[in-house]
């Protein structure tokens, strides 16, 4: 949570954190990832069979070990729009038995060399949890069913055997499940009105239950209201993608989501006032399982979305994850799209490289440092003023120069400040408990480049992270398009 003064830019701003005013714990899975069969995502990114960095499994090395790094807790497979013409059984079993099928939602063939079995291998060597989504177009309950049983069942049942027939004796214990993906949209195949979706929302949620009453069920936006489904749904689905050309319009983008969250937020305790649901029925938290920097024009998904990240997008993504944090209230999870060489923060090259992007920086010191519990920040900052992205940012949430978040983590204080002004630094106050800790040693990394248009390639690293120590008497001057990580250590 953070309040916002807005002052005049040449005035000095001011940051105040109380490390006693805990708001939130922090959920680890917002740090949360996506692999999807579109591009490179699974083929030649985490899957890359006769690759000499791929382990006996074909599973790229470079990538498990990346994604170790940053500690992922939970990766959102199969899908995404893919998933909507998705039957898991293609993906099973001798992989010369499987079939290739026409994929629509990015104009491919899926040759499922890749599925359930060799998802869930991985994820047990990254050390993630699995999170599927069911196929809620051309799929049937039946089939849900079948892959919950498949995945999860240690009973002597068709689906539990054919797992073991297939090598795998114990169950996989995967807990979260999604109802669907993006079925409002008429890029998908089967749209569906809410009203029917919250409907097949409900029979599905309660026959999964039944099946398994610890499975995690996701649906949605569109399954917000209904009182038959409060008791049987964990967390509501939303997805938003930012993008503009424009530095500052980017890099404030992602405020709209943090409103997106605050109307979600409403809208779940609507639901549940208007049903009489009782304070002891657990209150649904936001799955917010689609998130990035997404120029379509610039990186096509039917061309397999593989966008060259900029500064100005770095800088945008450490918006993202202050929204996150500042919002753990109500965000049980955040899946970034994607994982790999997808709008990725990580891409495989040809000659068996890989290259961290400008969005991997803040990805790694949010994933390393930020977790724990929310802290109560005030800030008093300058503001852009001008034109937002969505426009209907302006007049709905602030955009100060200086966007900020701050966690405790074990007796350390984190606080992460992105400066989105492309000319200015900002000489500022830091203020509250942090300055009475006496900590002559605070702990700076800094993520900036030589402008919002810098890159990283193969060829060159132009953003990168960059150490350094403070004093911690009280003033500290956050650079222009940077963003800063400061930690102090409390007595």
Known sequence: MTSFTRIADHERPAISVDARAVIADIDDNIYGGFTEHIGRCIYGGIYDPGNPLADENGFRKDVIEALRELRVPVIRYPGGNFVATYHWLDGVGPKADRPKRPELAWDGIESNQFGTDEFLKWCEVVGTEPYFCLNFGTGTLDEALGWVEYCNSDKDTYYANLRRKHGRQEPYNVKYWALGNEVWGPWQVAQMTKEDYANKAYQWAKAIKMLDPSECIKPNLHALGGSTTVGLIDMHSIHIYTTSPEHVKNATAPRAAERHIEITAGLIDLARAENHIPPTVPRQKICFDEWNVWDPVRAPGEQGAEQL??????????????????????????????????????????????????????????????????????????EYRGETSPAWVRGSMDTPWLDVSAVLDNGVVNLAVVNVHEQLDFVTEVAGILQASGQQQVEIYTVTGPGVDAVNTQEKQEVGITEQTWDGRGIYTFPKHSLTLLRWTLP
Do not use: C, E
Not at 322 to 338: D, L
Not at 345 to 366: A, E, I, N, R
């Open 309 to 382: 990240f900029t500064l100005s997008d770095a800088l945008a993504v450490g918006v993202w994850l202050n929204v996150f944090v500042r919002q753990a209230k109500h965000v049980g999870m955040a899946n970034i799209a994607q994982s790999v060489n997808v709008i990725s923060p990580l891409m495989t090259t040809s000659d068996g490289g890989l290259v961290k992007q400008t969005t991997w920086w803040p990805l790694l010191l949010f994933s390393k440092y930020m977790r724990g519990k929310t802290l109560a920040v005030n800030v008093r900052s300058g």
